[in-house]
T-cell receptor, first 109, second 113 residues
Framework: TQLLEQSPQFLSIQEGENLTVYCNSS?????LQWYRQEPGEGPVLLVT?????EVKKLKRLTFQFGDARKDSSLHITAAQPGDTGLYLC?????????FGTGTSLTVIP | KAGVTQTPRYLIKTRGQQVTLSCSPI?????VSWYQQTPGQGLQFLFE???????NKGNFPGRFSGRQFSNSRSEMNVSTLELGDSALYLC????????????FGPGTRLTVL
C-alpha cells in the first residue's frame, strides 16, 4: 500500500489544454515536494510546500498543499510538449521520505 | 554548485554477480538516500545514510547494502544479482534529513542478464 496515491496514473492531452494532478494521503506530512522526471534521468525538484493551504506558482504550474497537509495538487495551464514527463509527489515525515505512485503526462503537439 | 553525480550511468551484469554503485552528493549535503525505480513498483526507498551511519532502511533483502564515507560520498552494493534487480538506481542528497528537499542524481541503469 502506497502512502501517497496520485491520480490520474496516465494523462494524454493536447497542447494548450489545462490539467490537474492530485496527490492524496491519509497521513500528515511536514512538507511535500513535486518532481518531474524524464525517461532515464533522475527526478528534478519543481517545488516544496510546507504550510497547510499554501499555494505556489511556477510559471504555468500552480501547486497547492491541502489545509490539513495530507494532500496536494498540481495544475498546469496551457500545457506544452515540454511538460511531458513523469510527475511525482513526495512527502516528508520525520526522517522518512515517501514517493507517490506517479502520473505520466504526455502533451501532444 | 555541482549537482549529485552517480557512476557508472549504465551497467550490465549477469545473475549471481555483484555490483557497486557510487554517488557523490551536493557539496555540504550530509544525507544520502538510495532508491530503486522500476516500471511496476515505482520509486522504492532502499536506505538513507547520514554522517556515515545508516539512519533508515527500506524493505529490501540483505543483498542490498550501502555505506557512506567521511566526505559524504556513498556507495551501494548488490550481491548475488537476480533478474529482478534490473532497475534505475537513484541517489538523492539533502542537507540533513530526507524529509526536507532532496536532489537527485541522473541514476545508474542496471541490467541483469
Amino acid at each position: 500500500t502506497q502512502l501517497l496515491e496520485q491520480s490520474p496514473q496516465f494523462l494524454s492531452i493536447q497542447e494548450g489544454e489545462n490539467l490537474t494532478v492530485y496527490c492524496n494521503s491519509s497521513s500528515v506530512f511536514s512538507s511535500l515536494q513535486w518532481y518531474r522526471q524524464e525517461p532515464g534521468e533522475g527526478p528534478v525538484l519543481l517545488v516544496t510546500v510546507v504550510t497547510g493551504g499554501e499555494v505556489k506558482k511556477l510559471k504555468r504550474l500552480t501547486f497547492q498543499f491541502g489545509d490539513a497537509r495530507k494532500d496536494s495538487s498540481l495544475h498546469i495551464t496551457a500545457a506544452q510538449p515540454g511538460d511531458t514527463g513523469l510527475y511525482l509527489c513526495a512527502g516528508g515525515r520525520g526522517n522518512q521520505f515517501y514517493f507517490g505512485t506517479g502520473t505520466s503526462l504526455t502533451v501532444i503537439p | 554548485k555541482a549537482g549529485v553525480t552517480q557512476t557508472p550511468r549504465y551497467l550490465i551484469k549477469t545473475r549471481g554477480q555483484q555490483v557497486t554503485l557510487s554517488c557523490s552528493p551536493i557539496s555540504g549535503h550530509r544525507s544520502v538516500s538510495w532508491y530503486q525505480q522500476t516500471p511496476g513498483q515505482g520509486l522504492q526507498f532502499l536506505f538513507e545514510y547520514f554522517s556515515e551511519t545508516q539512519r533508515n532502511k527500506g524493505n529490501f533483502p540483505g543483498r542490498f547494502s550501502g555505506r557512506q564515507f567521511s566526505n559524504s560520498r556513498s556507495e551501494m552494493n548488490v550481491s548475488t544479482l537476480e533478474l529482478g534487480d534490473s532497475a534505475l538506481y537513484l541517489c538523492a542528497s539533502s542537507l540533513d534529513r530526507p524529509s526536507g528537499e532532496q536532489f537527485f542524481g541522473p541514476g545508474t541503469r542496471l541490467t541483469v542478464l
